[in-house]
């Protein structure tokens, strides 16, 4: 086997693996005892952030399996006693389902427009935990702290979205089309 061929089957198992395995970080992340007072708060939230900003690029580097493995980790390493596991996995789904179907509106269009879906889908993430957390339990939790930690993972997204967009494998759907955003005031598109 020629050397450029072992290089090129490692760049292609490197591209394959790379969502999972950054995923795999920021869920172990979570876990981390970080000193800063809200940015801790922030960290279970922040897989929620790779699947959206990986789902855009390449989600079929994020398959179904892998988002429930790494969903039912989350939920285990964070969840206690009475905790229903499961919840965050079918949140990861739901997020990778929902930027699939919009792929074509928030790829190639400004930062602020993903921001703006980001911030929408993780607040249905949040909404989506704390009501089947809620029901499951039984009992009432208090919704502070799911709502400081939105806000501070769609705070804390502007930095670490360019981060992830410049760690992800390059797609094609990236590269803005040719005629989007082309026209000047008073001309219409064909």
């Known amino acids: 086997m020629k050397a450029d061929g072992v290089l090129a089957a490692l760049d292609?198992?490197?591209?394959?693996?790379?969502?999972?395995?950054?995923?795999l970080f920021f869920v172990l992340l979570t876990l981390a005892p970080?000193?800063?007072?809200?940015?801790?708060?922030?960290?279970?939230?922040?897989?929620?952030?790779?699947?959206?900003?990986?789902s855009l690029a390449t989600p079929e580097r994020l398959p179904g399996p892998l988002l429930l493995v790494m969903?039912?980790?989350?939920?285990?390493?964070?969840?206690?006693?009475?905790?229903?596991?499961?919840?965050?996995?079918?949140g990861f789904v739901?997020?990778?389902?929902?930027?699939v179907a919009n792929r074509r509106y928030l790829v190639g269009v400004p930062f602020l427009f993903q921001w703006f879906g980001?911030?929408?889908?993780?607040?249905?993430f949040v909404v989506l935990v704390w009501s089947l957390t809620a029901l499951f339990t039984w009992t009432a939790v208090?919704?502070?702290?799911?709502?400081?930690?939105?806000?501070?993972?769609?705070?804390?997204?502007?930095?670490?979205?360019?981060?992830?967009?410049?760690v992800r494998a390059r797609d094609p759907l990236n590269v803005p089309e040719p005629s989007r955003g082309t026209a000047r005031p008073g001309e219409t598109s064909p």
Do not use: E, H, K, N
């Open 118 to 124: 980001f911030g929408l889908l993780v607040w249905g």
């Open 94 to 99: 739901l997020i990778r389902a929902a930027v």
């Open 34 to 54: 970080l000193r800063a007072p809200y940015l801790s708060d922030a960290l279970p939230l922040l897989p929620a952030l790779v699947v959206y900003q990986f």
């Open 71 to 90: 969903g039912i980790l989350l939920d285990l390493l964070l969840g206690g006693p009475g905790a229903p596991v499961g919840v965050s996995a079918l």
């Open 142 to 166: 208090d919704p502070v702290p799911a709502m400081i930690q939105y806000v501070v993972v769609v705070v804390i997204y502007p930095l670490l979205a360019p981060l992830l967009a410049r």
């Open 12 to 23: 292609r198992w490197g591209r394959a693996t790379l969502p999972g395995a950054v995923l």
